[in-house]
């Protein structure tokens, strides 16, 4: 395969448009996040309102190589469109065939570069985050992608900086923009921050005022009042959202149905919540062909999900141990007899 050059050439200064940004939108995108949004949880959160997907990262090095689990990462179905496929790496001739090779392999709707994790064993290879504290090869890799890539669109996610000094995300997202990429990701937190503290939405409004591209604004949304808020006060195009909804991929719908009608939406009853948990252990078990190991691999996200759950600390010990479908049945309707026998008490006692 002869690919486009990679090297940094003249600025492209008219990224394609993206058809989910315009007048009278504004996309709710899922949050890309490692061991989290694969494709059953990609679609579920899909169904619930989600209006623009990522995956989980895939290492350019893995798609290089030929590596089988990275192509695992890769899969998804149509029902998930829009649909980007998020690419890390710090080689700009490696990153650039990369892309070439996913557009080729799966067509995407758009590649993402990731400039925004802060792993470790991430930004030791001089990926992600690594790069806010190298522009001039941050800005090779993003040249190279967008010219392999087109007409493929290229977004960006990136963090506000390394660490407090030396926030420079506007600079970045402004070369960012005149080498074409399409729309910028920010995630207000540091790399140094990690995932503590709070993100800092006065960089994201800087940013945003800094480009003309859509800018997506991420960082401790947890509702529509959050949503309303951070779009006034900044100018964003789209909100991404992350740790909320691994616990609560209704919030997509929740966000809308409030931002549409001014009315709020309950979260869903428990039996439903319980529902869809089981649904995804089942997805996850189809997927896996082997109950026991998907199981396994499924008690991080139950415990994510028993957040809000009454009792949750109980089922969390309980989640730990979970190695069957059955066992997670018999946890479900022990935890719906006990929350329902503690309803029919308390409204006994209120009517005394």
């Not at 407090?164 to 540091?190: F, K, Q």
């Not at 869903?268 to 082997?290: D, G, M, T």
């Not at 479908?325 to 026998?341: D, G, K, N, P, V």
């Amino acid at each position: 395969m002869v690919l486009p050059s990679t090297d940094h050439q003249s600025p492209i200064t008219s990224p394609p448009t993206l058809a989910w940004f315009g007048p009278g939108k504004f996309p709710l995108y899922l949050a890309p996040m490692a061991g989290v949004s694969d494709k059953i949880f990609r679609q579920l959160c899909k169904e619930r309102g989600a209006d623009v997907l990522v995956t989980e990262f895939v290492s350019a090095e893995g798609v290089f190589r030929r590596n089988e689990r990275t192509g695992k990462y890769l899969d998804f179905d149509e029902c998930e469109r829009p649909l980007g496929v998020q690419l890390f790496g710090g080689h700009a001739k490696h990153m650039a065939e990369a892309a070439r090779h996913v557009i080729d392999w799966v067509q995407p709707d758009f590649i993402d570069l990731n400039f925004g994790c802060p792993v470790n064993k991430v930004v030791a290879k001089n990926g992600g985050s690594a790069l806010l504290k190298d522009c001039p090869a941050l800005a090779a890799v993003a040249s190279a992608v967008v010219r392999a890539a087109a007409p493929v669109p290229v977004t960006a996610k990136i963090r506000i900086g390394w660490d407090d000094n030396s926030v420079n995300a506007p600079r970045v997202a402004r070369i960012l923009e005149d080498l074409g990429i399409a729309a910028i990701a920010v995630h207000g937190r540091t790399r140094a921050q990690g995932y503590s503290g709070t993100a800092d939405w006065d960089v994201i409004g800087q940013v945003a005022a800094a480009v003309h591209v859509p800018v997506i604004g991420n960082g401790d949304i947890t509702g529509a009042a959050d949503v309303a808020r951070r779009r006034v006060e900044t100018g964003i195009a789209g909100v991404m959202i992350g740790r909320a909804a691994m616990s609560s991929p209704w919030i997509f719908e929740r966000i809308k149905h409030e931002l549409g009608t001014g009315e709020l939406l309950p979260p869903p009853k428990l039996i439903k919540r319980w529902a869809l948990l089981q649904r995804h252990c089942e997805l996850a078990v189809e997927e896996w062909q082997n109950e026991e190991n998907a199981m396994r691999s499924m008690r991080s996200r139950l415990m994510a999900y028993s957040k809000g759950f009454p009792g949750s600390k109980a089922l969390r010990e309980k989640f730990q141990h979970v190695t069957s479908l059955a066992q997670l049945a018999r946890i479900a309707t022990e935890h719906l007899a006990s929350e329902h026998r503690d309803g029919c008490v308390a409204l006994h006692q209120a009517g005394r």
